[in-house]
């Protein structure tokens, strides 16, 4: 039987993972905000997390804390991919994906061209987005704090209850 605080852990993993994942959707939907590809990669540790999360909470309790180190480190992953498009963002180095490259267009018919062109308009992935203008903090930054803190707060819990009674 998995204690109740491993439980809660879990449960707060899912919640956060979710919260981030609509918090991200809501701005594309209702916002009007285009993700990037970069912004696109960085939702895939959150979606893991939110998976394994819930999976976690019906199994055993020491494959239960297998699972929220699980957690701890793809959310590390989430910050080291936002880290990456906070560094691409900056322009302290080119992005890694080809697809937030412009496309080299020269030498083309008009038809290779338009052929060339993506079916949905995207970002170009060294553009900063905002969620509140007034507040100079990308998402791309937002993504880190909020995974670094999270990935803190519950090793943190991990390392103080890992041998503690139910």
């Known amino acids: 039987m998995m204690i ?3 439980r809660f852990a879990l449960c707060i993993c899912a919640l956060t993972a979710a919260a981030a994942l609509g918090l991200a959707l809501g701005s594309e939907r209702f916002g009007g905000l285009v993700p990037c590809a970069l912004c696109l990669v960085e939702r895939w540790p959150y979606r893991m997390v939110l998976v394994l999360a819930l999976v976690g909470l019906v199994l055993p309790r020491r494959l239960g804390w297998v ?10 992953a989430a910050a080291g991919a936002g ?7 900056h322009g302290w180095w080119p992005s890694p994906l080809p697809e937030c490259m412009a496309p080299n267009l020269r030498g083309l018919s008009i038809s290779e061209r338009l052929a060339r062109m993506p079916a949905t308009p995207s970002k170009p992935c060294d553009e900063p987005t905002y969620l509140i203008a007034s507040i100079p903090v990308s998402m791309a930054e937002m993504n880190v704090i909020y995974a670094l803190a999270l990935a803190a707060g519950l090793a943190i819990f991990a390392v103080r209850n890992r041998r503690s009674p139910p």
Request: glycine share 4%; hydrophobic share 70%; proline share 5%.
């Open 4 to 6: 109740p605080r491993l």
């Open 67 to 76: 699972v929220l180190w699980a957690c701890i480190l793809l959310l590390l």
């Open 83 to 89: 880290f990456v498009h906070v560094g691409v963002e």
